[in-house]
């Protein structure tokens, strides 16, 4: 019904308005709902249901290819920009080695359920082309190890059809907000939890008032001045990649066409590898301040329009046509899990690490401070850090997944 993209794009930013909006309100009503319909999910259905409805037509607009090649480099280089090495250093190693155990159980976890999966029903994961069942799952490897960022970006890179790309959000998000429920649930007991795991907690409470100092210290309202700066670093990032991504891609097409099995001859892959260096060499200069200014606060106004440019080109409808993808999804989230708790028992590792290291894979800067909070509300830097690693990562780990499914897929 409605084909002007500026009114279509008037329309999402209204949904994140009032997502936002009645997401802040105090009544208990609100507050129970939120507690039961993660935002996020929102974000990513309410414009579906307009798209599967008619209301709006997310295969014809233009909104998606813009805001994917512009917003969404940016939007890397806001989130990585920000990166504390020192204050991540100071963590302590447990803090590391959860994240890297979340991001090795998101990439056996993929390829093993794929597997397992398809000698059960071998249907489930048939396709070919842009149906190949491993092309849709590749994006949800970029989102359990980095984000919304990291899913768009393997998208652009194997794409996937429009199709299985609705039936593979459906399972990123449903299974992705089912695990986060299980963590807070686990935040309440978690005293408990680290007796089972023979774990010392000490240290959190020395990470929490280090924290709190740190934040105190630095933030800031940003000036005009540091919204053109962050301007100028996002967008120049975004330009200089696109730069170069024409020149290596067309290189490697013409004299090395059998990198195309990976995707390397894509250029839309070197512009995300690109921008992604660019923000973590940017976090070794004053630049980086800019954190403070609200560079990652933007970049999550960036992602969640992305998010509803991705939930425009959802159809519902199509969702049912497979359920056999929630069954990877649960086995894939299994096996994360386990990986994760494994680890956090081996190496008497709390909790609190193994569910925001969990989290921030899985999550990304959404989720993994929301996760941190509800052990302490003064925790939930510690998610964005990670969740920042997590950006850093999520392309290119997400990247050996999918090629790992590919190759389990034959």
Not at 191 to 197: E, Q, V
Not at 288 to 317: K, N
Not at 377 to 405: E, F, Q
Request: aromatic share 10%; net charge neutral; with cysteine.
């Amino acid at each position: 019904m409605i084909q002007n993209d500026a009114t279509v794009l008037g329309i999402l930013m209204l949904v994140l308005g009032l997502i936002f909006y009645t997401a802040n309100l105090p009544q208990k009503g609100w507050t129970k709902f939120y507690g039961i319909v993660p935002p996020l999910l929102l974000c990513y259905f309410i414009p579906g249901v307009l798209n599967s409805l008619g209301i709006i037509n997310g295969s014809e607009s233009q909104l998606y290819p813009v805001v994917s090649r512009y917003l969404l480099p940016a939007c890397l280089v806001f989130f990585t920009l920000g990166m504390d090495w020192k204050s991540l250093a100071k963590l302590g190693p447990q803090a590391i080695i959860m994240m890297l155990a979340g991001t090795v159980g998101v990439m056996i976890g993929g390829p093993v359920a794929l597997w397992l999966v398809g000698n059960v029903s071998p249907d489930t994961v048939q396709g070919e082309g842009p149906e190949a069942v491993w092309r849709g799952l590749a994006t949800i490897a970029g989102s359990w190890i980095g984000g919304g960022a990291n899913q768009t970006a393997l998208k652009e890179v194997f794409q996937p059809s429009d199709r299985l790309f609705s039936q593979v959000v459906a399972v990123d998000v449903l299974v992705a907000e089912l695990w986060m429920a299980v963590l807070i649930y686990g935040a309440g007991y978690s005293a408990r939890i680290d007796a089972r795991l023979r774990a010392n907690s000490s240290r959190i409470a020395d990470v929490q008032h280090r924290l709190e100092g740190l934040q105190l210290a630095h933030q800031r309202i940003p000036a005009t001045a540091d919204l053109m700066y962050l301007g100028a670093v996002g967008f120049g990032a975004t330009g200089l990649a696109h730069l170069v991504a024409d020149f290596i891609a067309p290189y490697l097409a013409n004299n090395y066409p059998a990198l195309e099995r990976y995707s390397l001859t894509s250029s839309f892959f070197w512009i995300v590898a690109l921008v992604t260096l660019i923000g973590l060499g940017l976090s070794f200069t004053p630049l980086r301040r800019l954190e403070y200014a609200g560079a990652s606060r933007l970049g999550s106004v960036f992602l969640y329009l992305l998010v509803a440019t991705i939930g425009m080109q959802m159809d519902l409808g199509a969702v049912a046509d497979n359920p056999g993808l929630f069954a990877i999804g649960l086995v894939w989230m299994l096996i994360h899990a386990l990986v994760v708790i494994g680890v956090a028992r081996g190496l008497r590792i709390p909790f609190f690490f193994a569910a925001v290291g969990s989290q921030a894979n899985v999550g990304g800067s959404a989720s993994a401070p929301v996760v941190a909070a509800a052990f302490h509300p003064s925790l939930a830097p510690v998610g964005v850090l990670l969740s920042i690693l997590g950006y850093a990562m999520g392309t290119y780990a997400g990247y050996l997944t999918a090629l790992l499914m590919q190759w389990v897929s034959r």
